[in-house]
């Protein structure tokens, strides 16, 4: 051993590239919570199609049909004719000229904003916007303005300014951790007046806000200048993404876009459960069930319906750790969201509601958020 210094895993890791983090802000992957017993109250199934029967005997069809990869790029040999199927059946539910899906929404934001932007380009994003579009902002080396959440008199000051010759405004639709919701209109108004594009991801709102399920950009689908993306991960039960607008421009991402063209296509079993999973969100017979539920627990608390998610400010990441635990001795599942998934000193709880919750859950939900101590919300 001589002049070597001897390696212990644990210590180096943690030393040089993991400084072990406080334990109130520890993340932890345990997936035997949740199965004991516990009504889980914070999945994004919002309709509870994860394991329709309807969902689940497409993917199996699939499945024995064509096994589970997809075996390789869709450019190379990896596509399936569903994925068309399903891109063109939401694009026409949503009123756009075409719609083309990529892997999950991570990867579909990555890419996209790569794709769509340059150091020529400014983007205007809003501070609170999703993890994959900050990413993907950043990997595209575009410069980046971040303006204060839903402050569009701020963006619009922004916009005036700048002297790039593309812009780019981008916005979550529904916001996930706040569960408040884009103004859409105002956003297209602006897009128009400062010659911007303008990208809402909605992958919270589709199958479950507008009243049909069309999401917050309901009667916005098919501007020209809005690019919208979905994930099938939420309402959808699955896991996918798809982007929805005018042909040049998806015909342009497909020249483009490297989280399409050098990964995997995701397996076609995915395509046949986004295609089940769309028919019921057509149908309507679930979100019904999801807007009582969230009516129901309106009524409850006194509150106005705005969409399944309810963020329950705390403050204090162990507060919010402690608030989950009150929650968990009353027999719900809901997780603390702490930093830097929310901005420092405002952790909270992320509840949702959905479909397949009983009303006697949702009652329960609400006396136990009584033994919770005062909180906005
Ligand atoms: C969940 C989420 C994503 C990521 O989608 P996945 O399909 O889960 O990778 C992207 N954008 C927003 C706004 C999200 O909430």
């Known amino acids: 051993m001589d002049g070597l210094v001897a390696f212990d895993p644990a210590i180096t890791l943690q030393d040089r590239w993991f400084a072990p983090p406080p334990a109130d802000a520890r993340r932890s992957l345990e997936p035997h919570r949740g199965r004991q017993g516990l009504v889980c109250f914070c999945s994004n199934d919002y309709l509870g199609l994860r394991d329709h029967p309807q969902v689940v005997e497409a993917a199996a069809r699939l499945l024995h049909a064509r096994g589970v990869g997809s075996g390789g790029s869709r450019l190379i040999s990896g596509d399936h004719p569903l994925w068309h199927r399903l891109a063109d059946e939401l694009a026409c539910w949503l009123g756009f000229e075409a719609g083309l899906t990529v892997g999950s929404g991570m990867l579909l934001n990555i890419g996209l904003i790569q794709a769509l932007a340059d150091r020529h380009t400014a983007l205007f994003c809003d501070r609170l916007n999703h993890a994959s579009l900050i990413d993907g902002a950043r990997l595209s080396g575009a410069r980046h303005h971040r303006f204060p959440h839903r402050d569009y008199d701020a963006l619009e000051a922004r916009l005036a300014r700048c002297r790039q010759p593309r812009r780019l405004i981008v916005s979550d639709g529904l ?171 405002t952790a909270r709880l992320r509840i949702t509601r959905t479909a397949r919750h009983t009303p006697e859950q949702i009652a329960a939900l609400s006396r136990a958020l009584d033994a919770l101590r005062p909180a906005a919300g």
């Open 175 to 345: 916001f996930s951790m706040d569960g408040d919701c884009a103004d859409i209109r105002r956003l297209i108004e602006l897009a128009e007046r400062h010659d911007a594009l303008l990208l809402i991801d909605d992958a919270h709102g589709i199958g479950t806000m507008g009243g049909d399920g069309r999401g917050v950009t309901t009667g916005a689908g098919g501007h020209p200048r809005l690019v919208l993306v979905g994930t099938l991960g939420k309402a959808f039960g699955g896991y996918g993404a798809f982007v929805l607008a005018r042909r040049a421009l998806i015909d342009g991402l497909i020249q483009r876009m490297r989280t399409l063209i050098y990964s995997t296509g995701a397996p076609p079993l995915l395509a046949a459960a986004g295609l089940a999973a769309l028919a019921r969100i057509r149908e309507g017979h679930e979100r019904a069930r999801l807007a009582a539920n969230m009516e129901l627990f309106a009524r409850l608390r006194g509150v106005a319906v705005e969409s399944p998610i309810i963020p329950w400010s705390i403050g204090s990441d162990r507060a919010a750790l402690e608030a989950a635990d009150i929650l968990r001795r009353h027999g719900m599942e809901v997780v603390a969201i702490r930093p830097p998934t929310v901005p420092r000193g």
